[in-house]
């Protein structure tokens, strides 16, 4: 076998084997297993990237909201600050994610409906209250409209208690239902007006007659409203010109229902001691006449027992005394009886007549016809339970009757037999129809009473 000789040297081929294609199969791999590294990165970014992102109208613009995962180093490209998210639209918007641009459609939306609260409503039947008054606390960023879900419900036929649904819309499209509990009562009774009076005025005198005299001592009361409104016209009445005048007063309650209740003002030419006054004494006398009528009477009495008790309380506490009354106008006269608490038959009568008034009983004074060998004298003539009725608190010297007799309620027959004389002029009433049918049998003067079983008529 020949012997060969290893020729030792630099070989190229050698050398690329052992040294340069290592190197350079390893650089490739690096640069391969680099180049698939950033393809991942790229490619995680644009999956957590979203391609359309919806934010409610009028709210901010926050990075995490296009991304299902933000990746580090992102921030915006495009100045999100000149985006005005008070208004329905749609923009593109740049991020950069660590070099890397990305973009998504950003949609300004509104799909947050309006909120409110009901505000129950307790009414009487009638028209449907305005459906903006039945919601409270209404919210939303746009203008949001109100309105009845079902159409307006007829609430004049209807009463009780139910539920009325309310529908708020706002201006792009979404909407509540508000739930507003009703309670309806069915009210048909008008109010009662009381305390209505006629009036007086001597066309010479300057003390007008005002709207608050008018109104003085007038109240008005209802099965519901608390306190229904009181209304007067006196348009037609002329102060300067004599004659006798109409004077309305209207009430009406929170359901509609009204009240109409005439009186009048009777304007004189001069003064006359027994039928006329001064607006200024009236308002005096009424004054007085409110102050003890407080203590001796209740709203709920009838009209003959308020007038019982009127004539008790005159006899037993204004006393008897000849010449003690100025006749310079029923009202001076009345005011001096009920503050000196002494008066002649003319004073006595006068604060009956004062305080009748104020309780609203219609009343007149009547005096004696001049007969020789007596005494002028006067009396009411009182409108009670429907009827005229005579009513004289005249106290009586012992022997023309009993201690503590005084004539109420009396018809023309009764009074005509009553202790004393009472003729008077007839002709002066021939205008007002008087009773005639008797009720003395439940009269009881001497205690004050009406006793049970008075013949009430229905009103």
């Keep these: 076998m020949a012997n060969v000789k290893k020729k030792n040297g630099f070989s190229l081929i050698s050398f690329l084997g052992l040294a340069v294609m290592p190197l350079l199969a390893g650089g490739a791999l690096g640069a391969y297993f680099a180049f698939c590294m950033y393809s991942s990165f790229i490619n995680n970014i644009d999956a957590a990237v979203l391609s359309e992102v919806e934010i409610e109208y009028g709210h901010p613009i926050t990075i995490d909201s296009f991304f299902s995962k933000v990746p580090v180093n992102t921030t915006f490209i495009t100045d999100i600050n000149q985006i ?6 749609s923009y593109e918007i740049w991020m950069d994610c660590g070099g890397h641009a990305v973009s998504s459609v950003l949609k300004v939306v509104d799909k947050t409906a309006p909120t409110a609260t009901a505000v129950p409503v307790d009414m009487f039947c009638g028209k449907a ?11 939303d960023l746009t203008n949001v409209k109100i309105e009845y879900a079902e159409g307006t419900p007829n609430l004049v036929m209807n009463s009780g208690k139910m539920n009325i649904p309310v529908k708020l819309t706002d201006t792009n499209g979404n909407t509540t239902i508000v739930t507003v509990p009703f309670d309806v009562k069915d009210d048909y009774t008008p109010p009662v007006i009381s305390g209505v009076r006629k009036f007086e005025h001597v066309a010479k005198d300057n003390d007008k007659i005002t709207k608050d005299d008018y109104l003085e001592g007038v109240t008005a009361t209802d099965d519901f409203t608390t306190k229904p ?13 004599v004659g006798v005048y109409p004077v309305r007063y209207i009430a009406s309650d929170k359901a509609g229902n009204r009240t109409e209740v005439e009186s009048s003002v009777t304007v004189f030419a001069t003064y006359n ?37 009127i004539y008790y309380w005159v006899y037993h506490h204004i006393y008897f005394s000849t010449g003690a009354s100025p006749y310079k106008g029923w009202a001076k006269a009345a005011v001096n009886a009920l503050n000196k608490r002494r008066a002649s038959c003319y004073g006595r009568s006068c604060a009956c007549k004062a305080m009748l008034d104020a309780c609203g009983i219609e009343n007149f004074l009547i005096m ?12 009411n003539l009182v409108k009670l339970n429907g009827e005229w009725y005579h009513c004289d608190v005249q106290i009586y010297i012992a022997g023309l009757a009993p201690k503590g007799f005084f004539c109420f309620m009396m018809t023309d027959k009764e009074i005509a037999k009553a202790p004393t004389n009472h003729q008077y002029k007839k002709s002066a009433f021939k205008n007002i129809k008087r009773a005639t049918k008797s009720v003395q049998k439940w009269i009881d003067v001497y205690n004050g009473k009406i006793k049970s079983g008075f013949p009430y008529k229905k009103k």
């Design 84 to 89: 005005d998210t008070g208004k329905l639209a």
């Design 129 to 139: 209250p305005d459906p903006e008054t039945l919601v409270k606390d209404v919210f």
């Design 229 to 241: 409104k009181i209304e007067v016209d006196y348009s037609k009445v002329d102060l300067k010109k």
């Design 273 to 309: 001691g027994g039928a006329t006054a001064s607006q200024k004494d009236i308002n005096k006398a009424m004054s007085l006449a409110r102050k003890q009528l407080a203590k001796i009477t209740k709203a709920s009495d009838t009209d003959v027992v308020k007038a019982m008790n």
């Design 368 to 379: 004696r016809k001049k007969v020789a060998g007596l005494r002028i004298h006067n009396w």
